[in-house]
């Protein structure tokens, strides 16, 4: 798990590297989140490399927005008078972060639906697998059971999230 965490920490310390350096205007975080992306759709990180550590941080999300909170709470003095402003901000990011997050996800279906129909007319993507029977069947077995196993895991983290919100 330690090896996990120090490529999770790795990628995103070069995000932030890579944000001072060239003095981007996009937080190094962000730059770190689309470096794992891309690693994680080209291959060149795999998923198993930091399954273990990516559930971890998930199923304890919420005590990472303790420090934001007492933060908040420290800060009431200043926000006295500024209240309506606060839940206007609030409530307008929150529609807009809900819309691109809802875009964005559209967006990925569609790709990823139209990048496995081309491949499956124009034929490639077959492998040897594919031209036994008997290979293909237990593959395409192992693959269901895989796709099970992560919407089981999608449906617990969304069930915690409820729990914290």
């Known amino acids: 798990m330690l090896k996990q965490f120090s490529i999770i920490l790795g990628i995103y310390f070069l995000g932030d590297f890579l944000q001072k350096v060239f003095g981007l205007p996009v937080p190094g975080n962000i730059l770190g989140m689309l470096i794992l992306f891309f690693g994680l759709y080209s291959g060149v ?3 198993e490399m930091i399954d273990r550590i ?3 941080l998930l199923d304890n999300l919420a ?3 303790l420090p934001a909170g007492v933060s908040l709470i420290t800060c009431f003095a200043m926000l006295e008078g500024k209240l309506t402003a606060v839940i206007g901000i609030s409530v307008v990011s929150t529609v807009v972060i809900l819309g691109v997050t809802g875009l964005t996800v559209e967006f990925v279906k569609k790709f990823l639906q139209e990048r496995s129909m081309k491949e499956i007319f124009s034929g490639k993507g077959k492998s040897e697998i594919e031209k036994v029977p ?3 069947l237990v593959s395409e077995r192992i ?4 796709r099970v196993n992560i ?3 999608i449906q617990k983290r ?3 999230t409820r729990e914290v919100g």
């Open 151 to 153: 919407h089981n895991k």
């Open 134 to 136: 008997d290979k293909a």
């Open 158 to 160: 969304e069930r915690k």
């Open 143 to 146: 693959q269901a059971s895989e």
């Open 63 to 65: 005590f990472f927005f």
């Open 54 to 56: 990516s559930d971890f």
């Open 45 to 47: 990180i795999k998923l």
